[in-house]
């Protein structure tokens, strides 16, 4: 793929992605006990009455958009929002799989034959228009992407108990005014899906150094280029918020079908071009610093609610409860252990963790969950439990070394990589300057009682990856301005720690 400096074009003709219908339990109002399952179990007609049994809890398709490695520039805006519709369908099925309990319980094929089969069939249809533009856009369409539209019921680790005085009918809950049921089982979170207990773990329980995800290794260290550069852009503090991804979903209205906190630049929205981005306002102290830094939204699922409890992104994707903003938001800028770092090109896309990861896999994971005073400790599966006075802390270490040649890639991530563990760059790949993003937010800890969860936070998720800490990501579009990333540069590669 040739050199991508053009200007991004936002997609001619595509639709704004309707919103999910609000979640409720139905059918039966059973609970879900526990999600760590495999997401790769055999799907065969034999394992389905086990699966019935223990109830399917989600719904695994394989991510169609990982797969492209090779999309011709003029057919990425119509291919990102054929993977868009992919989304939604999940997020369809998904509905109908969580509001279908009863015909469930009832049928042990239902949810291949009502649910799985129909969605394979539609997804065939989008997979079999994304190959049609790759190829009449000059491309090659691999031809395994046929074998992609299949996807499995996940089913919940244990069998699900009976309701325990839980009405199915509206899930034991009123999130009209806000009254719920947090128990029951560890009932899966104010709107039934996610968290659950088990997504939680006390922060003093976590054994220190004990992170075990390869993605995210720190950049920087004691030889090479061991300056630091800091962007102060606040916190978000007027509330800049919506569920688009302009990197994933350009052109779509709720592509991303979850709310993210912005902090920078001003202008980022699903129909933003590399113009809109570089002549829009920031929030970064220096306006030098136009890029756009933007991570889901936390929330605390205590029973209130958001402006956005009837809207698309919000409650109608399952994401409930009140939004928090971090009281700290530190974005820091590292050099490479083994040279100098070169600069970051205007326009480059870097996107960290994998917003799919529950059902993806830990290919692409990259999540850190810590407490102030126990930042030695990091979680990457669970959302840490904090002893009073300690804070919540969420923290990304981006990728670090660049092709030199894109600032994106048709599945968002091969332009880029992360460092070797000796910190050099593979495959030739130039070492760039390191985000490193620190978040700290002021909530208070969720209790749990004989396996209640009562008062949880999470973040933002697809409604189908059930609030999963695992799924955390975050993202950044450089708009720094030429001076300025050459000031980075020389501060990094000089040794000095700039502001």
Known sequence: MGRNTRKRRTPL??????????????GGGLIWANFYASAHEDNSPDNWTKASAAQVATIDCPDVGQQLSDVPDRARGEVDAELATLDQQITDAYQRLVTTRQAQAGDARFVQNSILGPLEDRRAVIIDRIQLEINRAGGRAQDELDRLAGCKGVPAEQPQPDDGGQD????????????????????????GNGPVADDFVDIEDVEPNSRDLPNGLAANGDSGSTGTFTSDCGTNENENRNSDNVIVAPGVSNGAQHQHDYVGNQANNAFAS?????????????QGDKSTYFWPVLRIQDGSQDIDQDRPGGGQDGNVGRIVGPSQAELKFVGNRTG???????????????AKSFTNGLNNANTSWSCTGFEDRQVTDKYP??????????????????????????????????????????????AIPQLQVRLVYDVPA???????????????????QLHKPITDHNDFINFFDEDLMNEMVDCINSGRDCR
Not at 171 to 178: E, V
Not at 396 to 420: K, L, M, P, Y
């Open 385 to 430: 439990i904090c002893p009073e006075g300690s804070s919540v802390v969420r923290t990304s270490n981006f990728q670090s070394c660049w092709d030199g040649q894109n600032i994106d890639s048709a599945n968002h991530r091969t332009h880029v990589d992360f460092v070797e563990a000796d910190g050099s760059c593979p495959n030739g790949f130039q």
């Open 274 to 286: 590399d113009e809109d981005l570089a002549n829009g306002d920031t929030t970064c102290r220096n």
């Open 340 to 354: 100098d770092v070169v600069a970051m090109p205007t326009g480059l896309r870097i996107i960290t963790g994998d």
């Open 13 to 26: 003709a595509t639709k704004a992605v309707a919103g999910a219908a609000a979640l409720a339990l139905g």
């Open 168 to 191: 199915g009918g509206d899930g034991g809950q009123d999130q009209g005014d806000g009254d719920q049921d947090q128990g029951d089982g560890g009932n899966g979170g104010q709107a």
């Open 446 to 464: 969720p209790q749990i009682d004989n396996g209640r969860l009562v008062n949880p936070f999470a973040v933002d998720s697809f409604p189908e």
